[in-house]
């Protein structure tokens, strides 16, 4: 896959057998996908724009998947050995994939199945309650800094947010949050200083994955955007410029 910007993130397919023992919640289809990368904040952001890329296109071949940050961590490196060191087992929050902000080394940040082992998927608490919570999104207004804008940014761009807005993210939070530089013709891409999940540890990753439908979008109108992530008050910043 091409992406517009120097990364290290690995991509690697593991199998696994149909037992719950690394989601926890569903049993492991045999095909799988991780996402390894440093834990800083912009490592994790790219993991998560090139992550959903390779997400979308397994959906536009009709394989279902879904980003998941709680996977057992000895379970997965009893599948895919890919720790540096033993210490890294100790860092996951109670024994989950995830760690506790930044830590030593590479790390899997997510995993994904590839295709359910059983037909109706995860989607356990919306076939309890027939809710469809997950679908909802914040209109693009809403999730801009200045709502002002609104009225003043062209067409394109505004097809680019509102695929930027239907990104996924952990409890369908929608942080991410889009300002503007350059007579509109730069967005940018960011959670608001100091927002904290009140579960998930790496945002940061859904900022990346909103980061990666906007360039799409802009991409699909024709444009070749110019797209930087930096760090800044502790979070990824993402520009894409066209």
Request: aromatic fraction near 12%.
């Amino acid at each position: 896959m091409t992406v517009p910007f120097e990364h290290d993130v690995e991509i690697r397919f593991f199998r696994a057998e149909p037992t719950k023992a690394l989601y926890t919640v569903m049993k492991s289809p045999p095909i799988n996908v991780t996402f390894i990368a440093e834990t800083d904040v912009v490592s994790i952001s790219k993991a998560g724009f090139i992550g959903e890329i390779l997400i979308l296109y397994a959906q536009s071949k009709g394989i279902s998947s879904c980003w998941f940050g709680h996977y057992k961590l000895s379970e997965l490196e009893r599948l895919m050995p890919h720790l540096q060191s033993p210490d890294q087992l100790k860092e996951a929050n109670m024994g989950f994939g995830y760690s506790k902000g930044e830590t030593t080394g590479r790390r899997a940040i997510c995993i994904s199945p590839l295709g359910y082992y059983e037909d109706k998927g995860l989607r356990l608490m919306d076939r309890i309650t027939g809710k469809t919570s997950s679908f909802k999104r914040k209109e693009v207004k809403e999730l801009l800094v200045n709502p002002d804008d609104y009225d003043k940014l062209p067409d394109d761009i505004l097809y680019a947010l509102d695929l930027g807005r239907k990104s996924p993210s952990a409890a369908n939070s929608q942080m991410w949050r889009f300002a503007f530089e350059d007579n509109y013709k730069t967005i940018i891409v960011a959670m608001p200083v100091g927002y904290k999940h009140f579960k998930w540890e790496h945002p940061n990753v859904d900022i990346g994955i909103c980061a990666s439908h906007i360039w799409l979008g802009l991409t699909d109108k024709g444009y070749n955007p110019a797209v930087t992530v930096n760090e800044d008050s502790g979070r990824a910043v993402w520009r894409i410029s066209i």
